[in-house]
């Protein structure tokens, strides 16, 4: 009896050892994974994709932030009765949506450029302004954040300057 229950648990001990948990999956037998490393949008996160071609288990790991686009900075000149908006191009941007208060109305307009001029404006009134750029990607449209907004106030006697990087009066 006693020998048979050596025998017992000798083969209960080895049954645990070697039989795998319910926890463990097939991933630790399988070794055969093929990587393919999916790059970063503007609309989805990059990672790196798993997948065993004999089992098919997949997963994913290394997650890479989204690309963003970067807040443009922007300048202002008034000239009379117009405030010309200029900022540096933004990387891959497909255009700009400018958004200006007056008398506390807002409007906002798009525009390719790298600059736009606001015209018909009344004297003596202050002008804030703020842009940001935009990409389109597929159906979607990505935006970067507002700049910091920037004021300025125009009058009849506001003098001309030269506009630094395309070098136009205003």
């Known amino acids: 009896i006693i020998t048979l229950l050596i025998l ?17 999956s097939q991933e630790k037998n399988c070794r055969d994974y093929k990587t393919t490393y999916i790059n970063s949008t503007y609309t989805q996160q990059g990672y790196t994709h798993h997948q065993c071609s ?8 290394n997650y890479k932030a989204r690309l963003v686009l970067s807040t443009p900075s922007i300048y202002l000149y008034a000239g009379r009765k117009r405030i010309t ?6 990387y891959n941007a497909s255009g700009y949506q400018i958004s200006y208060k007056i008398n506390g109305r807002t ?3 798009k525009t390719k450029g790298h600059y736009k001029t606001i015209k018909r404006l009344k004297p003596q009134k202050k002008c804030v ?5 935009y990409k389109r990607a597929g159906n979607q449209t990505v935006y970067s954040r507002w700049s910091p907004k920037k004021s300025e106030e125009f009058n009849k006697q506001t003098e001309i300057r030269l506009h630094p990087e395309i070098g136009e009066k205003n």
């Not at 098919?56 to 790991?61: I, K, L, Q, S």
């Not at 302004?129 to 750029?133: E, G, K, S």
């Open 8 to 24: 017992f648990l000798l083969l209960l001990f080895l049954w645990v050892k070697y039989t795998p948990d319910a926890g463990e």
């Open 54 to 61: 004999k089992c098919g288990h997949a997963y994913n790991d």
């Open 85 to 90: 908006v200029s900022w540096y191009s933004v």
């Open 107 to 109: 409007r906002t307009i």
């Open 129 to 133: 302004v703020r842009v940001r750029a």
